[in-house]
């Protein structure tokens, strides 16, 4: 009788995340469902409805001050090292959305982490950086509701990162990221310095804050949570909260998008030409012949087609459900369903690139203005 | 036959630095003897004429900048965990002399390292900070001609060590400074931070610097000359030169003057009475009686009390060498020495006491004045 192959779960925010058994977040991770908390939260966004958003950590906290209209923050960022692809736009649409239900919102221009984890320099990435603030303006980010900065210009997250540093053995770091140089390290506790400083008196003190993130970003918030009792004595810190989504899989069928792979995503900035021949020879969940399709009806569940239409580019999501019932039952063939998902996606692309022209000044002028 | 005991020579920044023989740090670490070079020197130190300063790393190149009035600099520091001792009024002697030789002057207060490895908060040693100063400028540091900083106010430091973070792998940083907390190599690469930011285009670029410190620092120096080399191409850093002073044994013949035994050491805001017992009950290279010692000689290699003088308190060379050879022919006996050597040092100390009350305000506004 053949072995029953161990099943996979890896969370490595430094490496590759392959999550083949969400349930086993739930046990081995402490990572909490986020299902139970839908129902009584007031407009939860296409991420939750979804599903798509599956886990959290503390989300309690988060839902009681959105509820009783008590102050709370929003924190979440990105690494600039290249354009907006679906994942940073994932993160982008969530602190928006959470800005929109009252958080005040911080974003994070992860430029340090930029520089110890892939080489790439403060001139480089201040590129990037005006670019992805350009994104995030197009989609609705409010920066007078919000503080969009640098992490090499922000003085308070490095010296954040000063003070936890007695608070970080060599064990807890190798155990968390692996056998690293001392750099990557570095940037940990830099942001865990990010997560931590909307609590500082410079942002009215201590208050719940949520981390929308991937799921292969919760050892950060670990690494954070602890941190955050350590020095709570210092700073009457508050625990961060935090919500996962899943990862979307790459359009050729593996497992996670990736810039490793340029077949397996796009982004933003690409050329429509592109990004139409990437979804039309994209991997699809559907069977060998159409004979075959029509008969057993395809595969949903493993078609990236389906996912960044459900992640992403079909608002109604009734829309949704019912493409997915039509492939299951044979109706919808792959050919027809990337058609109608190329026609989304550009549309959306096309709309958003010609909205973030208007906003490139406002984002350089953002990134100029730090400290 | 008994097996020859293994001589031991440990060289830990963070730890206890035990010297037996220091011949063998030139043949293992590739320290450099001194001596050559002494007859070469306009104008020697005490502590380069006594051999106190007894090893360097490219002190040549201070040496020709010296000779041709070239631009160098020179950098120590204190970390701020207590009043000023015999050790730190050494590094503080030897920065104000390189200071008249013409070098920019910088004193670094190293603040962050005094948290990372001992705990003591930055109010804390804000206090400690405000009275080294005091002394630094009671010795005669011209602070118009040099610079003293707390590292936690220093963006600069701080922004290198973010920078040399990829430099440093865990194996280099393990090897250096043993399994510690991550803080503690943060604080390295800050302290590599503090000895190449004279080099920065805010200080005219690079530049010859010599880092004058005790041979239990050589280890950041190796670390920094290292990472001086893998940034040359962004900085053109020059590797830093320095010189190394001998450790004091304790007052009470320990190997170390030390915090943790306070019989070993004074400080220099000490009470007079209490100093006045310390020498008092000092170890000494003394016989056992006086007969013996009228006849045998004493063994002033060994003398704690003829080091101080040596090293700080008798400024005439000729007298350090007519004590020695008195001990050494059974004239000047421990209780004599002692008593000279007491009057040494209260007059030091009450003369440096009444000098440094006149420049604790200078020493509060400097600290203050940090960005």
């Known amino acids: 009788m053949p072995v029953k192959k161990q099943q996979k779960t890896v969370i490595n925010p430094y490496g590759t995340t392959i999550i083949e058994d969400y349930e086993r977040l739930y046990k081995e991770f402490g990572i909490q469902p986020f299902k139970p908390l839908l129902s009584q939260i007031p407009n939860p966004s296409k991420y939750m409805r979804r599903n798509i958003i599956f886990g959290h950590r503390d989300f309690d906290r988060i839902l009681h001050a959105i509820k009783a209209r008590e102050t709370f923050a929003v924190m979440s960022g990105i690494k600039p090292t290249g354009e907006f692809h679906l994942g940073t736009l994932m993160t982008a649409q969530e602190v928006i959305y959470f800005q929109k239900q009252g958080a005040m919102a911080f974003y994070c221009i992860a430029d340090i982490e930029a520089y110890e984890d892939n080489n790439i320099s403060f001139e480089k990435s201040r590129q990037f950086a005006i670019s992805n603030v350009a994104d995030l303006l197009a989609l609705g980010f409010d920066p007078k509701k919000g503080c969009i900065y640098r992490q090499s210009k922000e003085i308070r997250v490095k010296d954040l990162a000063i003070l936890f540093g007695r608070g970080a053995t060599l064990a807890t770091m190798k155990a968390i990221y692996g056998e690293r140089h001392i750099g990557l390290y570095l940037a940990a506790l830099i942001q865990a310095g990010d997560i931590l400083m909307p609590q500082l008196q410079d942002f009215d003190g201590p208050k719940p804050t949520v981390v929308p993130v991937g799921v292969d970003q919760d050892p950060h918030l670990r690494f954070t949570r ?96 019912e493409a997915y019932q039509d492939c299951k039952a044979g109706k919808l063939l792959c050919g027809e369903h990337k058609a109608q998902t190329i026609e989304h996606v550009l549309n959306f692309l096309q709309n958003h690139q010609e909205k973030r022209k208007g906003f490139l000044n406002k984002a350089t002028e953002i990134i100029e203005s730090g400290n």
Do not use: W
Not at 265 to 282: C, D, H, Q
């Open 226 to 321: 602890d941190l955050a009792r350590r020095f709570r004595g210092k700073h009457n810190f508050i625990a961060p909260s935090s919500t996962y989504h899943k990862m979307m899989r790459g359009l050729d069928g593996s497992p996670k998008m990736s810039k490793r792979n340029p077949m397996s995503y796009f982004t933003l900035g690409e050329k429509p030409e592109n990004v139409k021949m990437k979804i039309s020879k994209a991997f699809t969940g559907g069977r060998a012949t159409v004979e075959e399709q029509r008969k057993l009806g395809g595969v949903p569940e493993i078609c990236p087609i389906n996912e960044i239409c459900a992640y992403q580019f079909v608002e109604n999501d009734a829309a949704i459900v």
